[in-house]
């Protein structure tokens, strides 16, 4: 006697949400700017990221 057993879903591979989102929007200003998407992935990643204020006077200082 022969069993018929369902598959097993395949596991689907997600990125999260955010990185989903950013590509999205990379895309989008690939297309208006004329850019590969990397360039723009790239230029977007650097805009989210904090820099460093090394030139803002400490105003304790100046007290």
Known sequence: MIRV???KAK???SEPLEDREMAIEAAYHARKFGLTK???LRMLKDA???K???NVPDRAKGR
Request: glycine share 6%; proline share 7%; no cysteine.
């Open 11 to 13: 596991q689907s591979v």
């Open 48 to 50: 989210r990221t904090p």
């Open 5 to 7: 057993v369902g598959k």
């Open 38 to 40: 990397e360039e723009a």
């Open 52 to 54: 460093r204020l090394a």
